[in-house]
């Protein structure tokens, strides 16, 4: 009686480490982003206005008429700047953050991490109309 009970718990045991090395994770790497060179100077019509128009990424839906704020490119940097850029915090700008491929916020469409990247430097750089 005792050895079936002593060879029930102990497939019991052998059942629970099946389970539990069955459930391990995967854990996905997030590629680190290119660090952006501080000495090189961001220039917002050729590196960020293209992020929001290149194949009509985000003026698909944001251009004149449409939701705001209007990315078409020449009019981008005066929908942006001031209301959408944090200069004190860079980071919690909203059109960083808001379609940051890592936020919660704005299921439409995200920057890819080195789109999100170029954002950032720009905004660190001081949002400049360049
Ligand atoms: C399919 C349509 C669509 C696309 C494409 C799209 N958006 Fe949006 N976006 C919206 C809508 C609708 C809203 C307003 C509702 C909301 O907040 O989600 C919005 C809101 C926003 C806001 C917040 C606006 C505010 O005043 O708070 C920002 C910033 C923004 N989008 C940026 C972008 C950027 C940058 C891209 C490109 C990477 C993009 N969007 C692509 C539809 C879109």
Redesign the pocket.
């Known amino acids: 009686m005792s050895q079936i009970r002593i060879l029930k718990q102990s497939l019991f045991v052998i059942f629970l480490l099946v389970m539990a090395s069955a459930c391990t994770y995967d854990f996905v790497e997030m590629p680190e982003p290119d660090p952006i060179d501080p000495t090189d100077t961001i220039s917002f019509q050729s590196a960020v206005a293209p992020?929001?128009s290149d194949g009509n990424?985000?003026t698909?839906?944001?251009s004149t008429g449409e939701?705001?704020?209007d990315?078409t490119p020449d009019r981008a940097y005066n929908a942006l700047v001031p209301a959408?850029v944090n200069l004190q915090d860079p980071e919690a700008s909203?059109?960083y953050w808001?379609?940051h491929p890592q936020s919660e916020?704005?299921s439409?469409?995200?920057?890819s991490l080195s789109e999100a990247n170029i954002i950032l430097g720009w905004i660190q750089q001081g949002a400049q109309n360049n």
């Open positions: 992020i929001f990424k985000c698909a839906c944001h939701t705001a704020p990315l959408y909203a059109i808001f379609t916020t704005h439409w469409k995200k920057y």
